[in-house]
């Protein structure tokens, strides 16, 4: 059984935002090296896109891991789609 959520990607039923602290993303996993979650300044925790050498903080600190995985997995399927479309001309 799956579910929609606003942007309109199936998940399975049994996703939840409040996975386990170290969990892999559920969302397209192999995108997930290039992404991690960080302490942030504030006291919550930033999430990353990282390729090679260069690293970029989302502009988003979650107040809590699960809401940071939960924007890593939204980062992940963004990758994903990015790979998906292939170059652009």
Not at 20 to 31: F, L, N, T, V
Not at 32 to 55: C, D, F, H, M, N
Request: proline share 7%.
């Amino acid at each position: 059984m799956s579910t929609t959520i606003p942007s309109q990607v199936e998940q399975p039923a049994e996703y939840s935002a409040a996975t386990p602290a170290g969990d892999r993303s559920r969302r397209h996993p192999e995108m997930e090296k290039y992404t991690e979650i960080k302490p942030g300044w504030g006291g919550g925790y930033a999430v990353r896109l990282v390729v090679e050498q260069q690293s970029f903080t989302i502009n988003y600190e979650a107040e809590d891991m699960a809401k940071a995985e939960w924007m890593r997995d939204m980062l992940c399927i963004a990758l994903a789609k990015i790979a998906a479309a292939g170059p652009q001309t």
